[in-house]
């Protein structure tokens, strides 16, 4: 069965960064884009980006430009979501979605000093 | 990219018809068939419901349904049940080759 597996919690300082990874498994890596997607505590979804696991290609939200990356390693079926120069605003949970399809569990990460 | 507007709350009785909308713009919503929606219970990931306006995946209830006109895309759930209380979110491909969700619809069941 499809799955989609993110690693554990992070806390980090303000000004730091972080790396998310999700790794997939169930199906063709490479067959299905895979978006990213936060949610802050209490709110709703917003969507960060996107990125081709086959050719390595991504799209951002404007919001983000500048300050995320999306990577992915074939031969783990993993891709990675690192988010720089971070703020509490970025405390929440990050997702990846295959295809929109199937979501990982989240993954919390806690912005603070 | 504006996020897309649905209302904050919505609520029916076990058994009845409810409808959520989403509407956007021309750039989005009304330009693409590419409308999905998503229902999350507190703590859990978002499952996706409904993709591509109106098509089902393996497994939903065919309760639930989806629609759109125009600038307005809608959800409609039938036969109400109390595990349907969840909150609602739709999401539209855009004109910027982007993604936008819209705030979310929190459902309660009477």
């Known amino acids: 069965q499809v799955q989609l597996v993110q690693s554990g919690a992070e806390v980090k300082k303000p000004g730091a960064s972080v790396k998310v990874s999700c790794k997939a498994s169930g199906y063709t890596f490479t067959s299905y884009y895979m978006h990213w997607v936060r949610q802050a505590p209490g709110q709703g979804l917003e969507w960060m980006g996107i990125i081709n696991p086959s050719g390595g290609s991504t799209s951002y939200a404007q919001k983000f430009q500048g300050r995320v990356t999306m990577t992915r390693d074939t031969s783990t079926s993993t891709v990675y979501m690192e988010l720089s120069s971070l703020r509490s605003e970025d405390t929440a949970v990050y997702y990846c979605?295959?295809?929109?399809?199937?979501w990982g569990q989240g993954t919390l990460v806690t912005v603070s000093s | 990219q504006s996020a897309l507007t649905q209302p904050a709350s919505v609520s029916g009785s076990p058994g009845q018809s409810i409808t959520i909308s989403c509407t956007g713009t021309?750039?989005?919503?009304?330009?693409?068939?590419?409308v999905s929606w998503y229902q999350q219970h507190p703590g859990k990931a978002p499952k996706l419901m409904i993709y591509e306006v109106s098509n089902r995946p393996s497994g939903v209830p065919d309760r639930f349904s989806g629609s759109k006109s125009g600038n307005t895309a809608s959800l409609t759930i039938s036969g109400l049940q109390a595990e349907d209380e969840a909150d609602y979110y739709c999401s539209s491909y855009t004109s910027s080759s982007t993604w936008v969700f819209g705030g979310g619809t929190k459902l309660t069941v009477l």
């Open positions: 979605a295959s295809n929109f399809d199937y």
């Open positions: 021309s750039s989005d919503v009304g330009g693409y068939n590419y």
